[in-house]
């Protein structure tokens, strides 16, 4: 009873520990837009889910795509391109979404990547999130990768690439889709979990009752 009833509490801790990172998300995302130079802060924590607009050059020859990633519930690939805000400064940039081609997974559907100076509106965001990864060290600097690490990418190209990344936000455009999902931290799974333990708490105390005091087996 005490171990279930305490698995049963910490899930509600930890549920609450995640609603309230959840609140934060929503008081920095309300927070005036920021400008590309605000990338350069030491602080990157406090950088986190805050709007900023962007204003730069693509280095489209630097794009790659995460595969095994889905939008409307399909599989395909998120592109990622560096965006030079100046000599000193580059963000890369999760641009969107496209589909995957189920006969050939090389063949990349086409995306538009303007030349001249590009401006847009994102949201900032940690380093791609992560998958298992099956192709690594056969994929060595191919465009399409399963992970990205921030650091590697970084050597591998030379470039002045900020620890963040961001997140283009907008209409669809260029052949790219942006319908990103909401950001939720699975606070609804930690309140399941906290039912099943107390529930199964409620059990034993019932299976005790009902076999100590209500139906107690007499004596020989």
């Not at 990633?69 to 560096?82: A, E, I, L, S, Y």
């Not at 970084?154 to 990103?180: N, S």
Request: aromatic fraction near 10%; charge should be positive; include cysteine.
């Amino acid at each position: 009873m005490l171990v279930t009833a305490a698995l049963g509490r910490w899930q509600l801790q930890r549920a609450a520990q995640k609603e309230a990172i959840e609140a934060s998300m929503v008081q920095r995302e309300a927070l005036p837009e920021l400008d590309g130079s605000s990338l350069a802060a030491g602080d990157t924590a406090a950088l986190l889910d805050r709007r900023v607009h962007l204003r730069g050059r693509w280095l489209a020859q630097r794009t790659v795509y995460l595969d095994n990633r889905q939008m409307f519930g399909r599989p395909g690939f998120f592109v990622f391109t560096p965006l030079e805000l100046s000599p000193q400064l580059v963000v890369l940039v999760q641009r969107g979404w496209i589909p995957r081609n189920f006969e050939d997974r090389s063949r990349l559907v086409p995306i538009q990547t303007p030349d001249g100076p590009v401006e847009l509106h994102a949201r900032i965001a940690g380093p791609p999130s992560r998958l298992y990864d099956f192709h690594s060290a056969a994929e060595g600097d191919s465009p399409i990768r399963q992970n990205l690490d921030l650091a590697a990418f970084r050597h591998e190209t030379g470039l002045p690439l900020v620890a963040l990344t961001a997140v283009q936000t907008g209409a669809a455009g260029e052949g790219l889709q942006r319908e990103w999902p909401p950001v939720t931290l699975g606070v609804e799974r930690h309140y399941g979990y906290a039912f099943q333990w107390f529930g199964l708490c409620a059990l034993i105390v019932f299976l005790y009752a009902w076999f100590q005091f209500i139906r107690r087996p007499r004596a020989a």
